[in-house]
């Protein structure tokens, strides 16, 4: 239980105390009527004695009593009605509420921290005013009047006629039996008569003759004059005199805790009332027959107008809250006590001290005496006789019986004089003067009495007050008998069918337990008596039980959650709404956050009805707004009322203040951190062959690497736009700003472009959410050129400045995510904030649940049947990044600002789109085809410099720039070859037209890195509105598969912008590629060493074509038509085994072998630029040359060759030279390089839709080296499936470099002349000697020692054979020195014996360069065996 002011040992004396009677004459009640007080209410703030009181016991002894307390009421002659006492009670409680500035008590219990009232006055009060209201019974005298105060003035005529007559009166309500109402302790009842005197206006002379007059006819201890009223009502005002009343009286704290009196009801009420609560109000009332109106009625009876018992909690408080108020206004502004002065109040407080002194006590002790004489003398004959009689008859001692055998005997009654209630009379009278040792006897002894004739009404009174009497008793000689009181309480409730008297019961056995901290015990008997005849009541036990388990040596919090809970709903069932409001905030501290998420929302949906019954709105909205943003696990029928019930509460909160601030809303949820912003307008759709540049949509979802590419390229082509050098002030552009992206500057907006925010939302709920009427929140402030202009507009700002789109409905279904795309449309410069959204919270009609927004027809068209809506507001606030840079920000936890929704709104910037006409999706590798490329600035700005830029620049051209560039219109042929082309009459068979052209022509460099290429606009300025449409020749990717090729357009404005420099447009192409040719070749030393013109260096050139395609395009069959060489050193010189039909056709999986003499170009004098241009060579197969120095051809050429370049320098370490060692191995390295390219022209004729295309390609191989075959693309690798595991770790040995013996044996080149076959007589002469010329040449650009060594090297007995006889006469070895390119012949001679075929290439050539000490040998090995027939002439 709660604490309480009072500790028991004070609570139980006080509610059980001396009761006397006030009878006063119409006179005397009208002298303190003007004190605006009766006389009841007069006495009592001084109704407890201020000193310490003696009396004797039976046994002559002495007892103290402190702080004697007595309780004065007017007589009333009709019990209180049970109704009226609900009604009183009901209105205590709710006048009884916790003071606005307490501070709760912290109590910590595991991980739990609970702020929970430590006191509950009203449950005190509740308790005070419930023992006071206990209607008088015949089975107990503690609340029966001990004595009667009769009451005239000395401003009557006749006063003792007076006192007569009142004296009459109380014999008559007492002896009467019409008046079984009230009750009287003995018939012998003590009258004391009371003399009021009005000191102002009274006679004081005649006033003591009176009194002296009392005194001889009723003793001097039996009477009192009090003199009251020193003051003049008109005085009352001039000084201000205390008033001890306004604490006795009750306070009201339904409407505000003011004081209100005069009316029907005067029932008073506080944690410190000290007196009877019963109190008469008999103003108007007349004597009739001598006996006041006010007695014949309680006062308790407070609406006589149709009061039934039933409902006496819940449905009247209303009522009777609504009748106090309006009997407070009437009444306000009264003083009580105005007419007495501080000697007033003194004279009051002796008098009832000689009242209590000289007449009750001696009363009192002298009825303890007669009692206790009258049961020696009865007990000792009557009882002895009677357990004599049973013992004869019954032979032993009689068992009791059980409770539930009993019940046919609680209606048993006593005749008054029984000496079984002469015994509980006794205690009774002990008990009310503090003599608790002789009570508790006396009850003992009446308790075995009652149970013995099975009067259990008798009993279980005294059971009740046996218990407390010997928990009371001075030094505690015996415990509590805390089973007395559950033997009373169950005897009570389940026998006598009497609550309020085991209510009686549980309160003060509840009060007893705590005091010793039984609070478990406490607890069980205060929910045993919880029931549904009364919430009220039901409801205050339920609480102290939840505070029992609270206070707990251990806190059993989640127990005492539980109750408070009960506690609530019985409150609020009882009509007390604040206290079960209270009831359940408290238990939610309790169930908040633990994942009880069904008792959450019981919780907070009872916190919402009853604060919104208070009116408490905020409070109401707070708790609906809690049911809706926890993940509910409700059923769709109970979230749709929950969203009702808070959409009406919402409504009325508005209906207060509405022009106020818009409310937040709860839902749907907002992801913040999902916000995307675009810049810029929606992509427009393709329309038939022209189709928009894909550039950037809130569609394409976020990729990284993606990402990473466009930003590289944007850097790229900046950097190229600046000479080289990307500007400090460069910011990557970000038209779509996410949570991936960087938003740490402030983005850059252009004037009257869209600005597109998508906000994430989700419904949690099991019902679909309507939005109506969303828009975005912001605010602007407008700025001109120099500075600003005006305030900040809000979102009802003029939409001159910023156009917002509003969406008419949205709808979320059930538990759905979907996001909303709004739009605002800025006309001015200046800085926005994007604040958050707006709309209409509302459900639809129903509250169907829709599966896709196609089921519901009309969606966003206004149709559905919306529900129940509230207008607010929800903020977009979105946490930037966590820092994570300096010491400072790792070691704590701060963010970044994100600042996607705070856009600077620039000026006017062109605007590029680009579409493209007849651009392919599908494309053989290598195949070339023509589009077109459509350029249209659709803003009111030139642009300028634009310029295109790829990762796979390969791919696509403009043409040459010294290309004519006529484009024809998109519609013409298909078969028109994208190629240019010129007829010839062949001059002589497979010979090569030569032509040069230079990389620069084409817009390539070196291929050192990607290139930015200028878009050919005429005059390089695109006007506003203007359009160009400009001619592209794309190429298929040399791999197989689905290609992204990604575009970035680079534009600037011709006026130059500060904030924005350029705009960049993206463009990605998705190309699939499918196989179609594989091509590779390989370059081999021609063994002439001289060509036509006499110049050392042919070479032969092997190509081989494989068609691979498998008729995935439905291509029928490939034609060769030409094969053009390009490098700057060699050229194709003509076609070695061309067919007679001059016709290469390829079908599928078929190959064709090509061989071409390669001769050095010619070199012209004087040709500074000769280094940097190529030569090309056509071979051509028809009669039709392309020629491959022109665009296409030439382009696709220049790009494939920067690009491979830029392969393989990403492949090679760049390693300096470091040594002279490695120096030499370059040049030998160099002497078998060629670097010839050849580029192999087709055409392929494909069938689709019935209908023969032709199709046309090229293929590039690069032969970088001598006898190294190079092929068209890299072959892909395929990983072995397993590796060897390796335990051991390789040592890093340096090699030094050595060329390779493929590389030493290019460096010198031999050739044998001789004669194929000699005709020798070798019957004449057996020698037979040939003369053999051997030529050696050298390849490299450096001098070169070369030792020719004759000798056989014999290495088998097979190789013997194989040369047979033969020798080499002469010298056998030579030593040379060859300058650069030098070509040298040795006149050799060889010797046969007989006849055969001879191989000559015997010879072994060792080399190495002259001025290296290292020397670098090997044999030089022929290409092919050199023989020579020997015939016998």
């Known amino acids: 239980m709660a604490q309480c002011v009072q500790s028991v040992q004070e609570l139980i004396p006080d509610s059980f105390v001396p009761c006397v009677a006030a009878l006063c004459s119409d006179e005397a009640e009208r002298l303190t009527r003007l004190n605006h007080l009766s006389f009841a209410e007069l006495l009592k703030p001084f109704s407890r004695l201020t000193s310490e009181v003696h009396m004797r016991d039976p046994n002559n002894q002495l007892h103290i009593i402190k702080n004697l307390k007595i309780a004065v009421s007017n007589i009333v002659t009709q019990p209180p009605q049970p109704g009226a006492i609900g009604k009183l009670l009901n209105d205590v409680v709710s006048g009884s509420q916790p003071a606005e500035g307490l501070v709760a008590n912290v109590i910590t219990a595991g991980d739990y921290d609970l702020n929970i009232s430590a006191t509950t006055p009203w449950f005190e009060s509740y308790r005070e005013t419930f023992l006071q209201s206990m209607p008088a019974s015949d089975h107990e005298f503690l609340n029966h009047y001990l004595a009667c105060m009769l009451v005239a003035s000395s401003a009557e005529a006749e006063p003792m006629e007076q006192f007569s007559k009142l004296s009459q009166e109380q014999h008559r309500i007492q002896h009467n039996s019409d008046y079984s109402y009230p009750k009287w302790f003995i018939p012998n009842t003590l009258k004391y008569y009371v003399l009021l005197h009005d000191v102002t206006s009274g006679d004081e002379q005649r006033a003591e003759s009176i009194y002296e007059e009392m005194k001889q006819k009723y003793g001097t201890q039996g009477c009192y004059l009090l003199k009251i009223n020193s003051r003049a009502p008109n005085r009352a005002s001039d000084e201000q005199i205390p008033d001890p009343w306004s604490q006795y009286l009750q306070k009201n704290s339904i409407q505000n805790q003011e004081s209100y009196e005069d009316g029907p009801c005067t029932m008073t009420s506080s944690k410190n009332s000290d007196s009877n609560l019963l109190s008469l109000d008999g103003l108007d009332n007349e004597v009739k027959d001598g006996l006041p109106d006010n007695c014949r009625v309680h006062p308790l009876q407070i609406d006589q107008c149709g009061d039934t018992p039933h409902n006496t909690d819940g449905s009247d408080h209303a009522k009777s809250a609504s009748s106090v108020h309006e009997t407070k206004k009437a009444s306000t502004g009264l003083i009580r006590g105005a007419c007495l002065t501080l000697t007033d109040h003194d004279r009051i407080r002796q008098f009832i001290q000689e009242f209590t002194f000289r007449g009750l006590l001696p009363h009192v002790e002298k009825t303890i005496r007669q009692l206790n004489d009258q049961l020696i003398s009865r007990k000792g004959l009557s009882r002895s006789l009677f357990s004599a009689t049973k013992k004869w008859f019954s032979g032993s001692k009689v068992p009791e019986k059980s409770i539930s055998e009993l019940k046919s005997t609680s209606g048993l009654l006593y005749p008054p004089e029984a000496p079984e209630l002469q015994i509980r009379k006794m205690a009774d009278l002990c008990f009310l003067v503090q003599h608790y040792d002789l009570a508790y006897s006396c009850y003992h002894t009446a308790k075995k009495d009652f149970l013995n004739d099975q009067a259990m009404l008798y009993a279980a009174g005294a059971l009740e007050m046996a218990a407390v009497s010997a928990f009371l008793q001075p030094g505690a000689p015996r415990p509590y008998p805390a089973h007395y009181m559950d033997t009373a309480i169950q005897t009570y409730r389940d026998i006598c069918k009497n609550m309020v008297l085991a209510e009686r019961c549980v309160l003060l056995s509840a009060e007893i337990l705590k005091s010793q901290s039984k609070y478990a015990e406490a607890a069980a008997l205060l929910i045993r008596l919880t029931s549904e005849d009364s919430d009220l009541r039901s409801a205050l036990l339920l609480e102290q039980a939840a505070h029992c388990f609270i206070n707990m040596k251990n806190p059993m919090v989640r127990k005492y959650a539980f109750h408070m809970i009960l506690a609530g709903h019985r409150f609020s069932k009882a009509g007390q709404k604040k206290h079960a409001l209270r009831c359940y905030c408290q238990a939610m501290q309790v169930y908040k956050g633990k994942g009880w998420s069904l008792a959450e929302d019981h919780i907070n949906f009872t916190i919402g009805r009853q604060s919104y019954t208070l009116r408490q709105l905020d409070n109401a909205v707070s708790a609906f ?452 040719l594989n091509v590779r070749a390989t370059v081999c030393r021609s063994n002439s060493l001289e060509d036509e013109e006499g110049r050392g260096g042919n070479m032969l050139v092997f190509v081989d074509v494989e068609n691979t395609n498998t008729s995935e395009a439905g291509v029928k069959e490939f034609h060769m038509v030409q094969v053009s060489s390009s490098s700057k050193h060699w050229q194709l010189h003509r076609s070695v085994n061309i067919s007679e039909n001059r016709d290469a056709k390829l079908a599928s999986r078929e190959k064709g072998k090509f061989c071409f003499k390669a001769v050095r170009c010619k070199q012209k004098e004087g040709d500074k630029q000769s280094s940097e241009k190529y030569t090309f060579a056509d071979i051509i197969f028809g009669n039709e040359q392309i020629i491959s120095s022109a665009s296409p051809c030439a382009d696709f050429f220049y790009r494939s060759l920067s690009s491979e370049l830029r392969r393989t320098q990403d492949q090679l370490p760049a390693y300096p030279e470091k040594n002279a060692s490695e120096g030499a191995v370059r040049l030998i390295e160099k002497c078998s390089e060629v670097d010839l390219s050849i580029v192999v022209l087709w055409k392929a004729y494909v069938v689709e839709d019935n209908k023969q295309l032709i199709l046309e390609g090229q293929h590039h191989v690069v032969v970088r080296t001598v006898g190294k075959e190079a092929c068209s693309h890299s072959q892909k690798q395929e990983p072995p499936e397993m590796e060897l595991l390796k335990f051991f770790r390789p040592e890093n040995t340096t090699v030094s470099a050595r060329p390779s013996v493929e590389q030493l044996s290019n460096l010198i080149k031999t050739s044998l002349h001789y004669p194929e076959s000699f005709h020798h007589p070798f019957h004449q002469k057996s020698l037979c000697l040939v003369p053999v010329t051997l030529l050696l040449s050298n390849c490299s650009k450096a001098e070169v020692d070369v030792i020719v060594d004759l000798r056989h090297k014999t290495t088998s007995p097979e190789a013997l054979e194989t040369h047979g006889s033969f020798t080499w006469l002469g010298q056998t070895q030579y030593k040379l020195q060859l300058k650069s390119q030098e070509t040298h012949s040795l006149q050799l001679k060889a010797c046969f014996v007989h006849t055969g075929v001879y191989n000559l290439g015997t010879p072994r050539v060792f080399a190495k360069l002259s001025d290296q000490v290292t020397v670098f040998e090997t044999s030089q090995q022929n290409s092919m065996p050199a023989l020579i027939i020997i015939n016998n002439a």
């Open 625 to 1076: 707004r809690h049911i809706l943003i926890n993940e509910s696990k409700q059923s769709a029928a109970q979230q749709g009322a929950f969203l009702r019930e808070y959409l009406y509460v919402y409504k009325n909160v508005n209906q207060l203040s509405p022009d106020g601030p818009l409310p937040q809303l709860p839902l749907p949820y907002i992801n913040s951190s999902a916000t995307r912003v675009f810049f810029g307008h929606d992509r427009r759709p393709a329309d038939g062959e022209k189709q928009a540049a894909t550039h950037v949509s809130l569609d394409q979802e976020y990729d990284a690497e993606s990402s990473q590419q466009w930003r590289e390229l944007e850097e790229h082509v900046v950097a190229v736009a600046n000479k080289g050098v990307i500007p400090s002030s460069f910011y990557p552009t970000q038209y779509c700003l996410n949570s991936y992206s960087d938003n740490s500057r402030f983005p850059l907006a252009v004037v009257e472009e869209p600005i597109t925010v998508e906000v994430a939302f989700r419904n949690p709920l099991k019902v679909p959410l309507l939005l109506s009427d969303l828009s975005l929140l912001w605010k602007f402030q407008p700025k001109d050129t120099s500075g600003k202009d005006t305030e900040k507009e809000r979102v009802t700002g003029e939409p001159e400045m910023i156009g917002t789109e509003v969406i008419s409905e949205f709808l979320i279904n059930s538990e759905e995510s979907k996001v909303a795309r709004l739009k605002l449309f800025p006309h001015h410069i200046g800085e926005l904030h994007i604040l958050g959204v707006v709309y209409n919270l509302g459900t639809i009609q129903g509250s169907v649940t829709v599966d896709g927004i196609g089921a519901l027809p009309g969606c966003h068209t206004g149709k559905h049947s919306l529900g129940m809506s509230v207008r607010g507001r929800q903020d977009l606030e979105i946490q930037g990044p966590r820092l994570n840079n300096t010491k400072e920000e790792k070691t704590s936890v701060k963010y970044g600002p994100d600042r996607r929704l705070d856009p600077i709104v620039t000026e006017e910037m062109p605007l590029l789109e680009v579409f493209f006409i007849h651009f392919p999706t599908g494309l053989l590798c290598g195949e070339i085809r023509k589009a077109y490329v459509e350029f249209v600035n659709v803003s009111q700005c030139p642009l300028t410099a634009l310029k295109v830029v790829s990762k796979r620049p390969e791919f696509f051209t403009f043409g040459g720039n010294t290309a004519a560039l006529t484009p024809l219109s998109p519609s013409t042929s298909e078969n028109c070859s994208a190629y240019k082309t010129v007829v010839t009459a062949s001059p002589s068979l497979g010979t090569a037209f030569v032509s040069t052209a230079s990389s620069v022509d084409f817009g390539t460099g070196t291929g050192q890195q990607l290139e930015a290429i200028p878009v050919p606009l005429p005059d390089s300025v695109l006007l506003p509105g203007a359009s160009v449409q400009l001619p592209m020749w794309l190429r298929g990717p040399d791999e197989e598969g689905v290609h992204e090729i990604n575009f970035l357009f680079y534009y600037e404005s011709v006026k130059k912008q500060p904030k924005k420099r350029h705009r960049i447009l993206r463009h990605t192409a998705v190309i699939c590629t499918s196989r179609s």
